[in-house]
């Protein structure tokens, strides 16, 4: 695969050697084949926005349109956390933040709209929502347009900024560095006698979805190629002990 698997990932923009490391360690990521094939675990639609007054205890994920009020920094020590006041115009909500403090308030300005995602908590008959993602108003399109995988990461690489969102932009990035080109496995008799989608195909909806169906297909496709190299390996092995005996 463009001898992908030989190529570091300390090499991808956004990467470097300390995050490399880690990523190594945490994650079993080294090459830029093995970051193409750290598949999420979950998916979650990100296409309805909620308002701030329909927020309930008991709901997964939600997504809002607001603006940040204000920054305030709460407590001392272990308990420091930075908490914004978030509001759409039919209520407010806390954003609560625990570590990156210095880097969020940076990086999300007060008076400026956002898209907010996250899982909404009650603490003292308060919502808010802990380390929410933010993205601008302007990639509205792009962030809400359906599904939104979810990647494994441990505290380590949360701690270095390794969450599931940016393992999503690494997965962006490299893609692109490749055009979205990636060479198929199969031979094109094989793929057209299985009726299941190129490689590269399957490797872009199974980070970036088009839809419910597309990534079912690119997740069957996956499977049979986890299935058919494990055959083949296994046939090989056989025919080698043949040869010696």
């Known amino acids: 695969m463009l001898d992908l698997d030989k190529r570091s990932l300390m090499y991808l923009p956004g990467v470097g050697p300390k995050k490399a490391e880690i990523l190594r360690k945490e994650a079993g990521i080294s090459s830029y084949e093995d970051l193409l094939f750290y598949f999420p675990y979950k998916y979650i639609d990100r296409s309805r926005f909620y308002k701030v007054s329909e927020i309930t205890g008991n709901m997964p994920y939600i997504q809002l349109k607001g603006r940040i009020l ?20 039919t209520g407010t909500i806390d954003l609560v933040w625990f570590k990156g403090l210095n880097y969020v308030t940076d990086k999300y300005k007060t008076g400026t709209d956002y898209i907010v995602f996250g899982k909404p908590t009650e603490f003292g008959h308060i919502y808010n929502i802990p380390h929410p993602d933010i993205d601008p108003m302007d990639q509205a399109d792009q962030v809400a347009a359906g599904l939104t995988p979810f990647y494994n990461t441990s505290e380590k690489m949360k701690k270095s900024f390794l969450n599931s ?15 979205w080109i990636l060479p198929e496995t199969l031979p094109a008799d094989v793929l057209s006698r299985i009726r299941m989608m190129p490689l590269k195909e399957a490797i872009r909806n199974v980070h970036f979805p088009d839809s419910t169906e597309k990534l079912r297909q690119a997740q069957l496709r996956l499977k049979f190629d986890e299935l058919f190299f494990i055959q083949l390996n296994i046939l090989r092995t056989a025919s080698l002990r043949k040869l010696k005996l």
């Open 70 to 89: 204000y920054y305030d920094t709460v407590g001392e020590g272990r308990t420091r956390r930075l908490v914004a006041k978030f509001t759409d115009g």
């Open 165 to 179: 969102r940016a393992i999503q932009n690494l997965q962006y990035t490299l893609l692109s560095s490749l055009n």
